[in-house]
T-cell receptor, first 114, second 113 residues
């Protein structure tokens, strides 16, 4: 158990819908990262927050947005969903914001768009 | 920009045999290197990391990796694998500029009895 929790574990929805994925980092970790894992794109970095502020952005679509709240939990919002958004979404946390900090991964949320 | 190439998508091996999973990276800045393992239906777990210093790093479960700057490689090795090592293995880099991880495509290690 990494100490990072993600809810829900599974999510099935229809095209055009909007969903929210939730992540609680390990106690004491200030950085939260979101990654998408799909068969065709592999594991891709989406976005990083550190202590409530956006720190880095990857290949995140404009239909996707995220935020980190004062209690440090984070939410990833996916809207106008398309079939291609079906993937495993991971949250990871680390104590700092630098590259040498180990990232601890949650179990993921499996999103299926029908 | 950084990129990671894992040279083998699948590696089948017999139990108690040695294994090497290959990883090459490209970066214009100094990097930190990581190997993660993903068991079926689970998240990623860190096996080992190279930050600086000794180029041979030891990790959990008997794995080790060697950083080779001239060849821009970070190959993962284990002298004797077990059935329980069957999983997908990801090589990743981050840089001194920030924490995001850039992953390779993964290598599926299949250990057969």
């Amino acid at each position: 158990d990494s100490g990072v929790t993600q809810t829900p574990k599974h999510l099935i929805t229809a095209t055009g819908q909007r969903v929210t994925l939730r992540c609680s980092p390990r106690s004491g970790d200030l950085s939260v990262y979101w990654y998408q894992q799909s068969l065709d794109q592999g594991l891709q970095f989406l976005i990083q927050y550190y202590n409530g502020e956006e720190r880095a952005k990857g290949n995140i679509l404009e239909r996707f947005s995220a935020q980190q709240f004062p209690d440090l939990h984070s939410e990833l919002n996916l809207s106008s969903l398309e079939l291609g958004d079906s993937a495993l979404y991971f949250c990871a946390s680390s104590v700092g914001r630098q590259g040498h900090n180990e990232q601890f991964f949650g179990p993921g949320t499996r999103l299926t768009v029908l | 920009a950084q990129s990671v190439t894992q040279l083998d998508s699948q590696v089948p091996v017999f139990e108690e045999a040695p294994v090497e999973l290959r990883c090459n990276y490209s970066s214009s800045v100094s990097v930190y290197l990581f190997w993660y393992v993903q068991y079926p239906n689970q998240g990623l777990q860190l096996l080992l990391k190279y930050l600086s210093g000794s180029t041979l790093v030891k990790g959990i479960n008997g794995f080790e990796a060697e950083f080779n700057k001239s060849q821009t490689s970070f190959h993962l090795r284990k002298p004797s694998v077990h059935i329980s090592d069957t999983a997908e293995y990801f090589c990743a880099v981050s840089s001194t500029l920030g924490g995001k991880l850039i992953f390779g495509q993964g290598t599926e290690l299949s250990v057969k009895p």
